[in-house]
């Protein structure tokens, strides 16, 4: 699961942040602390599931699940076959 933290800070790191923002571990909170918003989410969920083959139900892709690196990669660990 460690490199699939890797993948998934580098890629908010790359489309989220900007060059002088602080850099982010994988407990900094992202839609609460307003590195991520709603829009983004969408585009994150999308590069998951398609990084890893899988689909992640909307029901599934909260706010909650979403907030920091480490939440997601037990969201998406649930769905990796």
């Known amino acids: 699961m460690d490199e ?4 998934i800070l580098e890629y908010v790191t790359e489309e989220y942040l900007e060059e002088d923002d602080d850099e982010i571990s994988f407990d900094t909170p992202l ?3 307003g590195i991520v918003d709603s829009f983004s989410m969408v585009s994150l969920k999308r ?3 398609n990084k890893y083959s899988i689909s992640i139900p909307d029901d599934k892709a909260t706010p909650e699940a979403f907030d920091s690196v480490n939440k997601i990669a037990v969201l998406v660990q649930e769905f990796v076959k």
């Open 31 to 33: 839609i609460s602390g």
């Open 47 to 49: 590069f998951l599931e």
């Open 4 to 7: 699939m933290k890797d993948v």
